[in-house]
C-alpha cells in the first residue's frame, strides 16, 4: 500500500524552496553587483590618476627633448655659432609629435562614460566592452607617442588596470 501524497502540499513545498532559491540567487548577483560596481568606480579613478601624471609629465618630456637637442647640437657644432630658432623649430615639431592631449581629453571623457553607464539600469556589459577598447586604444596611442620613460611606465599601469576592468566586465550582461 502507497501512502497517499498530497500533491498540493509537496507543490507548495517546492514553490517556496524554489522561491527561496531565486530571492538568495538575486540577493548574491546584487551583492556582487555592488561590488563590481565598486571596483569598476575606483579602477576608473585610478585611471584618471594616471592621466593626471600623464599630463603632467608630458611637458617635461619636451624641454627635456629641447635640451637633449640642444647639448647634441652644441658637441656636433662645437664653435659654430647655434640657430636658437632651429632649435625652437625642432622643438616644437617635436612637441606636436609626442602630444597627448587629445588622447587624456578623451580618456577623461571615457572614464565619466563608464560612470554614466554603471548608472543605467539595463544590461550594461557590450557598452562597457566597447568602451575599454577604447580607452585601451588611447592608452595605446599615448604609449606609442612618447618616448619617455616615466610615461611609459605610467601607460604600463593603465593598461593594467584597463585589463582588469576588462576582465570584470565579463561577467556582466
Not at 632649435?87 to 571623457?109: G, Q, Y
Amino acid at each position: 500500500d502507497k501512502p497517499e501524497v498530497d500533491e498540493e502540499a509537496l507543490l507548495a513545498d517546492l514553490m517556496a524552496v524554489a522561491n527561496e532559491a531565486l530571492a538568495g540567487y538575486d540577493a548574491m548577483r546584487t551583492t556582487e553587483g555592488t561590488a563590481l560596481d565598486h571596483d569598476l568606480r575606483s579602477r576608473g579613478a585610478r585611471i584618471l590618476e594616471l592621466v593626471g601624471q600623464v599630463e603632467k609629465q608630458s611637458p617635461k618630456t619636451v624641454s627635456d627633448y629641447r635640451a637633449r637637442l640642444e647639448a647634441k647640437l652644441r658637441e656636433v657644432l662645437a664653435n659654430t655659432a647655434i640657430d636658437e630658432s632651429r632649435i625652437l623649430t625642432e622643438a616644437a615639431i617635436f612637441a606636436d609629435k609626442v602630444a597627448v592631449d587629445e588622447e587624456t581629453v578623451r580618456l577623461r571623457s571615457h572614464i565619466a562614460q563608464y560612470r554614466s553607464i554603471l548608472e543605467l539600469d539595463e544590461p550594461v556589459g557590450r557598452k562597457l566592452d566597447f568602451l575599454t577598447q577604447e580607452l585601451n586604444r588611447e592608452t595605446n596611442t599615448i604609449g606609442s607617442k612618447c618616448q619617455d620613460l616615466d610615461i611609459t611606465r605610467i601607460v604600463v599601469d593603465m593598461k593594467a588596470e584597463i585589463e582588469k576592468i576588462r576582465e570584470q566586465i565579463q561577467n556582466l550582461e
